[in-house]
């Protein structure tokens, strides 16, 4: 329900549900001609990400487009297999994980993703969306209906069976992004990964559908990760927040810290860009330099030293090292 | 010279469909001062996007004007010829479309596209065209070598760029954009409104926003129009109608939208149900049947569009107990007591 929140007394298990262990995924692209031109034929979508989630944790992942956020989302999902590095769930790395092993760890694994109307086939109706993952965990034909409805009544889609018999183009954005939520935690999941799960929703909705999300995860223990670029919405589900560039982290930390005080040069650029909806707010230019980050050719040293105000020396020739420094951890020379 | 270089005043536009019509837009009246941008809000569905073209009149196939003025410039450009309205587009009134960044040719350069409109429409010469480019680059920020590139090579923000300067090309005096922050990043988005604002502020011209974004009216409006179903709920300066909403749409809007400046045990409360089905308007206000503090008239009387204080307007029948609804508005149970 909203109006509660903080998941104060929430006590995690000291053992990690899931790690990342220096992973990498690093796409080959383009070919001979790219390499000649001085441009790298290798994406570091992912480089050396290491970070552990504990049982019941809710982490968001922030960053800009292209940083990495949704490769982090498939090779937690095993969408896509590591090129380097170790992916660790439950105790298990998950790069082993084969036939029956596999399949169960698909079930306990969620991804939620971010267009409603690409995560679901346009020529099933609601009933059918629901049952396929009944029906690939070999739940009986007879239990199958009243897990669905179940399913919707968790996340709050009001009177669920005036919906099965709908296609999705019948539904609103805000409904159906119900739908997509209710068949990800239908075989009752213990991780989800929610890929800007309500950036294409309309503001009314889209706080519809946090509130449930949040409202599901605590009432499931769910372990989550959320991946936006809007630190305003990452705060309202995480209470810990993981700031990455270029395929790299910047800043690992309690959401509250880094949005009352950032440390590092890029977190500080992301909290000020966070418009708020009301007048009196800061119209200072951003602590950040112009343009994309390109990840087919990342600068040496720190990849976010193009863009930022404080780049020295140092910068250009060590890649900084990720280091705990009070409740955080933040990988700059500053620190 | 008038005040307001536009004057909207009761425009009605419909959209034939089947048998029957709609009307998305059903007496919208608002103003736009010279030298301001002003936030036109709302839903998706409340006739923004219809607003916005209508003021172009580039509107779909299935759509007409069918009342109402548009003064723009002291002249109503809803009744004057389609030539006449012509010749004002790009060089008075430019328009930037819903998703611009994704509609640009991606089969010509931008500098091709961008001599289109000089050339062409501006009756530049080579030369000049090609000056005014480089000039036009310069002021959205995106170096002058780059004219040559096609809009695959560019970025979603820098698609952005080059459709404002498309806009701006034949210096317009109002230029109105249609959500042109909303697929960006947040730090994008920033710096595309900042771009917006020193341009408005350089060259002197008028604004008109659309977006569905509270949080982007705070930022970068001067004043706002809040759209419900085709009318619009409220309208005035923009830190009034934000801080001292008065009407229970807007009011509720504030609530959906999570304020990283706030408590981190703010709740977002969304405004139960969605705006109405245009063919079949609701009787009376269009808000009531979402609206927490509906009494009877609201269902059969339609609130006339009234100024509370100067300046500021509302269309709802309790705007004068707006104070204390307010405050009944800012807590959660009052919208979920009513879904
Ligand atoms: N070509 C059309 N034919 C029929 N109805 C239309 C057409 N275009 C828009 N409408 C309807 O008119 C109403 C207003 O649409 P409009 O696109 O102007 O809203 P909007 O506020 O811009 O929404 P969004 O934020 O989704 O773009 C909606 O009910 C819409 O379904
Ligand atoms: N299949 C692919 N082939 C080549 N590059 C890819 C592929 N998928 C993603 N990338 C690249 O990896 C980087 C990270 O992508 P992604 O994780 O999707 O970013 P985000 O989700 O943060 O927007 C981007 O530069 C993207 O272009
Ligand atoms: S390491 Fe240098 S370039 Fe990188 S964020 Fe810190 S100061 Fe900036
Ligand atoms: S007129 Fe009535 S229903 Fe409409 S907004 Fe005002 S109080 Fe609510
Ligand atoms: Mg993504
Ligand atoms: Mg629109």
Known sequence: MAGTRMRSAVTYSNEPLVSLRSAELHYRVGGALSALRGRSSVVKAVDGVSFDIHRGESVGLLGESGCGKSSIGRLLMKLEDATGGEIVFAGEPISGLRGAALKCYRAKAQLIFQNPFDAVNPRFTIRATLAEPLE??????????????????LVRLPQPAQFLDRYPHQLSGGQLQRVVMARALILQPDFVVAD???????????????NVFRDVRDRLGLTAIYISHDLALVRYVCERTIVMYLGRIMEDGPTEDIVHEPLHPYAKALVAAVPVPHPDQSHDPLPIGRGAPDPRNPP???????????????????????????????????? | MTANLLSVRDLKVSYRVGNGHIDAVDGASFDVPRG???????????????????????IADNARITGGQILFDGKDIAAIPERQMNALRWRDIAFIPQSAMNSLDPVYTVEYQLNEVLRRRGGLSAREARMRCESLFEMVGIEKGRLRDYPHQFSGGMRQRVAIALALALNPKLV??????????????????DQLRELQTMLGISVILVTHDISVVAYICDRTVVMYAGRVAEAGPMAGVLTRPAHPYTMGLRNAFPDLAGAASGTLTPIDGAPPNLAEPPPGCR?????????EVCSTESPPLAEIVPDHRVACHRASEAPVLREIAARTETWLAHA
Do not use: Y
């Not at chain 1, 890649?319 to 500053?334: E, F, M, N, S, W």
């Not at chain 2, 109105?176 to 994008?188: G, K, Q, R, S």
């Open chain 1, 136 to 153: 690939n965990a070999g739940i009986p034909a007879g239990e199958r209906e009243a897990r669905i409805i179940a399913a919707l009544e």
């Open chain 1, 196 to 210: 800007e799960p309500v950036s294409m929703l309309d503001v009314s909705v889209r706080a519809g559908v946090l």
């Open chain 1, 300 to 335: 040496s040293g720190c990849v976010f030293r193009d863009r930022c105000p404080r780049a020295f020396d140092r910068c250009a020739s060590e890649v900084p090292q990720l280091r705990q420094i009070g409740t955080r951890k933040v990988a700059c020379h500053l620190f």
């Open chain 2, 36 to 58: 301001s941008i002003v936030g036109l809000v709302g839903e998706s569905g409340c006739g923004k996007t219809t607003v916005a073209r209508a003021l172009t009149r580039v």
């Open chain 2, 176 to 193: 109105i954009a249609d959500e042109p922050v909303t697929a960006l990043d947040v730090i994008v988005q920033r710096q595309i409104l």
């Open chain 2, 287 to 295: 808000f009531a049947p979402r609206c927490p503090f509906s009494i």
